[in-house]
C-alpha cells in the first residue's frame, strides 16, 4: 500500500518555508510562507505606518511602489470607501504623520471615478487641515492630474471654509513648503472671497504692495487683518521688546518671527505661553539649549502642566509616535544632527513618558490572561517606524507592548527569535529604559511559532496571544504559528486568540484570514490598544 503520507506535507506541521496545504499562502521577504493581507488592511498599515525608511527587507522606494500599488487597487474597487478610511485615521489623528494620508487622498482625486474624486475634493479640509498639508496636496495631484474645473473649487473650498482669523493665522504660520507659497494656489483656485476680510487676505498674499493697511503705522481694527499687519511689523522690529510685545498683543507664531529673535530665551518664554502643543514638544530641546527649559523654571512648569493634560493633548492630535521621538531628542541632550547640547531634566523626562500613555485612546482592560510577544529578529531592526530615525520597529513593538502591559491586570512579556529571549520588562518601568533594553538584545532568525511553543512547553494558561512583528517568519522546520496556535489549543484546553501586530507597511501576516479567533491590527495606531482589549472580551 503506498504511504501518501510520505509525498504530501503534513497540514499540522509544516516548515515555515513551504506553504500549509489547503491555505493560500504566500513566500515573504524573508523565504518563508505567511499569509496576505487584503487590500484593506494593508491600506490601513500605509495609512498610519507609511513607508519611510522602508524595512530589513525592501528598501522605501520599492515598498512605497507596492503600497500605492495596493492603494490603486482599493480606489478601483470602491474610491468613496478609501477616502472614508483616510479620513477615519486622519481626522482622529491616528497616525503618527499625516503626510500619507494627503498622498492617498490626492491619488483618489486623480485616479477615483467622479464620485470618488469628489468625495476626496470634499474632504480636503478635513484631512489637509493646515498650509502644509495644502502645498502637500497640491504638489502630489499635480503630478497625477491636471487642475481641471473640479480640482480648482476643492482647493479654493480650503480657503473659503476657513473665517478670517484663522485663513490669516495659516497664511502667516504655513508660508511655503516644497516650492510652494500661498501665491500659488491661489492663482490655481482662485476662490471667491466670501468676506472683505477674506478678498483683503487673498490680496495682500497675490499683491502684497498694493494691501497698504498691513503697512500702516496703527493696525487694523479687523483681527485677521492686524494680526497680518503685527506680522509684518516684527520683521522690522528693531529689539527683543518690540518683538515680545506684538508675541503677546497678537500671539504670533514662532513662524512669524525673524530667525535673528529665534535665539533669545525672553522671545521664546513669550512664545511658550500659547505655542501649540505639538510645536512645544518638538521644540523642548532649542528651549533647553538656550537656558529657558531648566531644572525648577517656570518654563518646565508649563511644560510639565500640558503635557500632563490628557484633553489637551486629544485635542491637539498628539500621536504617541511623536512623543517617542521628542523622549528620544530631547532626552539624549543634543540633535539628531548634533547641533547643540543641552541638560535635559528628570521632571520633563518623567512627564513625556506620562504622555505617551495618555497619547493613546482610552484603554478599558479586558482581564484576559494575555501573553505578549516582541519579534526581536534581525528583521526588526531594520528600517524605522513613520520616519522617526532610530526607531525601529524592534523598540516600537516594546513601546506598544508597554501600553498593554499598562492596562491589563494579567500579562506576560516575552520576546522571539529563532528562539524564545529573556526579557526583563515590566509594566512600571519607563519607556526609555524598554527601548534601550530592546536595542542590546541579540539578532536572530524569525520564528514567529515560539510564544505558542514556549507558553505550552512551560503549560502557561494564555487567553490571548499578542504578537508584535513584521511577520516575515520563516526559521521553523516543523511548523508554523497558526499550527503551533492549534496545538496550543487542543492540548491546553483553551481556545486562545491571537491578535498580530503588524509593525510595518509590508503585505503579510502570521494570522489566518479565516480563524475568527484571529485578528490584524496595526502597530502605533493610536486606536490599537483599545481595539486589542474589546478582541480579547469579545466584542470584535
Given at each position: 500500500m503506498a504511504n501518501y503520507l510520505k509525498n504530501v506535507l503534513n497540514t499540522k506541521q509544516t516548515p515555515q518555508n513551504q506553504p500549509i496545504p489547503g491555505t493560500h499562502q504566500v513566500a515573504n521577504s524573508a523565504g518563508g510562507y505567511s499569509f496576505a493581507l487584503d487590500n484593506w488592511k494593508r491600506l490601513q498599515r500605509f495609512l498610519v505606518l507609511g513607508s519611510e525608511g522602508g524595512t530589513y527587507y525592501i528598501n522605501e522606494k520599492a515598498l512605497t511602489v507596492e503600497n500605492a500599488n495596493n492603494l490603486l487597487a482599493c480606489i478601483d474597487e470602491d474610491g468613496q470607501r478609501v477616502v472614508r478610511e483616510i479620513v477615519a485615521i486622519s481626522a482622529a489623528g491616528?497616525?503618527?504623520?499625516?503626510?500619507?494620508?494627503?498622498?492617498?487622498?490626492?491619488?483618489?482625486?486623480?485616479?477615483?471615478?467622479?464620485v470618488a474624486r469628489q468625495a476626496a475634493l470634499a474632504a480636503l479640509p478635513e484631512v489637509c487641515r493646515t498650509g502644509t498639508h495644502l502645498f502637500q496636496f497640491a504638489g502630489y495631484v499635480q503630478t497625477f492630474r491636471g487642475w481641471g474645473r473640479a480640482l480648482r473649487k476643492g482647493m479654493a473650498n480650503w480657503y473659503q471654509t476657513r473665517d478670517g482669523r484663522g485663513l490669516a493665522y495659516q497664511v502667516i504660520k504655513y508660508r511655503q513648503r516644497d516650492g510652494w507659497t500661498h501665491t500659488d494656489t491661489l492663482r490655481l483656485a482662485h476662490p471667491k472671497p466670501v468676506t472683505g476680510t477674506h478678498g483683503a487676505i487673498y490680496k495682500w498674499i497675490t499683491q502684497a504692495d498694493e494691501a497698504t493697511w498691513a503697512r500702516d503705522i496703527t493696525p487694523p481694527e479687523d483681527g485677521a487683518l492686524a494680526f497680518i499687519w503685527a506680522f509684518e511689523q516684527v520683521q522690522k522690529a528693531q529689539d527683543v521688546a518690540t518683538v515680545i510685545k506684538l508675541i503677546e498683543a497678537y500671539d504670533l507664531p514662532r513662524e512669524a518671527l525673524p530667525t535673528q529673535w529665534l535665539n533669545d530665551a525672553a522671545v521664546w518664554e513669550a512664545l511658550l505661553v500659547k505655542m501649540p502643543l505639538t510645536a512645544m514638544i518638538r521644540n523642548l530641546g532649542v528651549m533647553a539649549k538656550i537656558g529657558l527649559l531648566t531644572a525648577l523654571s517656570d518654563a518646565e512648569d508649563v511644560v510639565l502642566k500640558r503635557l500632563g493634560d490628557a484633553d489637551l493633548l486629544r485635542k491637539a492630535r498628539i500621536h504617541p509616535i511623536a512623543v517617542v521621538s521628542a523622549l528620544r531628542i530631547y532626552g539624549q541632550g543634543r540633535g539628531m544632527r548634533g547641533d547643540g547640547q543641552w541638560t535635559p531634566t528628570p521632571r520633563v523626562i518623567d512627564a513625556l513618558d506620562n504622555a505617551f500613555y495618555k497619547a493613546f485612546q482610552n484603554v478599558e482592560p479586558a482581564n484576559q490572561r494575555m501573553?505578549?510577544?516582541?519579534?526581536?529578529?534581525?528583521?526588526?531592526?531594520?528600517?524605522?517606524?513613520?520616519?522617526?530615525?532610530?526607531?525601529?520597529?524592534?523598540?516600537?513593538?516594546?513601546?506598544?507592548?508597554?501600553?498593554?502591559?499598562?492596562?491589563?491586570?494579567?500579562y506576560s512579556m516575552v520576546s522571539f527569535q529563532d528562539k524564545i529571549v529573556p526579557l526583563n520588562i515590566s509594566a512600571n518601568m519607563r519607556l526609555d529604559d524598554v527601548t534601550k533594553l530592546t536595542q542590546g538584545?541579540?539578532?536572530?532568525?524569525?520564528?514567529?511559532?515560539?510564544?505558542?511553543?514556549?507558553?505550552?512547553?512551560?503549560?502557561?494558561?494564555?487567553?490571548?496571544?499578542?504578537?508584535?512583528t513584521d511577520s516575515e517568519t520563516w526559521f521553523n522546520p516543523q511548523m508554523h504559528p497558526v499550527q503551533a496556535l492549534a496545538e496550543y489549543r487542543e492540548k491546553m484546553g483553551i481556545t486562545a486568540k491571537l491578535v498580530v501586530v503588524g509593525m510595518t507597511s509590508n503585505g503579510f501576516t502570521i494570522a489566518d484570514p479565516n480563524d475568527a479567533g484571529m485578528m490584524d491590527v496595526v502597530g502605533f495606531d493610536s486606536a490599537a490598544p483599545q481595539v486589542i482589549s474589546n478582541f480579547a472580551r469579545g466584542e470584535i
Open positions: 491616528r497616525a503618527p504623520k499625516n503626510d500619507t494620508a494627503i498622498f492617498a487622498l490626492a491619488l483618489v482625486a486623480a485616479k477615483g471615478n467622479l501573553m505578549l510577544a516582541l519579534d526581536v529578529s534581525g528583521s526588526m531592526a531594520g528600517g524605522n517606524v513613520a520616519g522617526v530615525p532610530g526607531l525601529t520597529p524592534r523598540d516600537a513593538s516594546a513601546a506598544m507592548a508597554l501600553v498593554t502591559a499598562k492596562t491589563e491586570p494579567r538584545l541579540p539578532f536572530g532568525a524569525t520564528d514567529c511559532a515560539q510564544p505558542m511553543i514556549y507558553a505550552l512547553a512551560n503549560k502557561i494558561k494564555v487567553d490571548m496571544f499578542v504578537i508584535y
